[in-house]
């Protein structure tokens, strides 16, 4: 089955940029997109179709998908980007979820 | 305003059934597919089945082919899942999500509040 792999966790500093990566074979190939979730709070989506935001998501998420990894960036982290992010992909006529990473602004 | 409302969990002994229900509000239902998305406590997000806007498409996670039914009544704005053979490993927050075009392959761009589902003796 597929599977798209995470880093569990990641930590930046406010103002500083986070990347999360998401790896899964030939991933670029397929369309990737990315969800928010913060404690006790249903998913957000904030990057569909590898790239675009829909409305509502701040410019400082951005998105990006090539060879076998997409990666979400967050440009100027702020304290309220402190949350779960999980990547998601269409494959073999089911979706998958990334494994989650964990996102610690300090 | 666009809304997902979740019911139909709670507690359950292995091997029993549950119908799960979400109402769908503030957009045009039967225009979109629509899924099933669980997350165990403490754990990631798991896609569980997902519908097309007509009902005539549907896809399970392996993990519930078998014992789980999606099903939806665009005249009543609702989404379904029957869960039938529960199982511990079952136990999960149930969320209803929808996909942003009508036959499923697409983001999940709103989500509902979710439903608890428990699986206990």
Not at chain 1, 40 to 50: E, H, K, R, T
Not at chain 1, 59 to 77: C, H, K, W
Not at chain 1, 78 to 83: I, S, T
């Given at each position: 089955s597929y599977e798209l792999t995470q880093p569990p966790s990641v930590s930046v500093s406010p103002g500083q940029t986070a990347s999360i990566t998401c790896s899964g074979d030939k991933l670029g190939a397929k369309y990737a997109c990315w969800?928010?979730?913060?404690?006790?709070?249903?998913?957000?989506?904030?990057?569909?179709?590898?790239?675009?935001?829909?409305?509502?998501?701040?410019?400082?998420?951005?998105?990006?998908?090539?060879?076998?990894?997409?990666?979400?960036?967050?440009?100027?982290?702020?304290?309220?980007?402190?949350?779960?992010?999980?990547?998601?992909?269409w494959a073999s006529s089911t979706y998958v979820f990334g494994t989650g990473t964990k996102v610690t602004v300090l | 305003e666009v809304q997902l409302v979740e019911s139909g969990g709670g507690l359950v002994q292995p091997g029993r059934s549950l119908r799960l229900s979400c109402a769908a509000s503030g957009f045009t239902f039967d225009d979109y597919a629509m899924h099933w998305v669980r997350q165990a406590p403490g754990k990631g997000l798991e896609w569980v089945s997902g519908i097309s806007w007509n009902g005539a498409v549907t896809g399970y996670a392996d993990s519930v082919k078998g014992r789980f039914t999606i099903s939806r009544d665009n005249g009543k704005n609702s989404l379904f899942l029957q869960v039938n053979s529960l199982r511990t490993e079952d136990t999960a927050l149930y969320y209803c999500a929808k996909d942003t075009t009508p036959t499923g392959e697409g983001a999940h761009d709103v989500w509902g509040q979710g439903t608890m589902v428990t699986v206990s003796s």
């Open positions: 969800y928010q979730q913060k404690p006790g709070q249903s998913p957000v989506l904030i990057i569909y179709q590898d790239n675009k935001r829909p409305s509502g998501i701040p410019e400082r998420f951005s998105g990006s998908n090539s060879g076998n990894t997409a990666t979400l960036t967050i440009s100027g982290t702020q304290a309220m980007d402190e949350a779960d992010y999980y990547c998601q992909a | -």
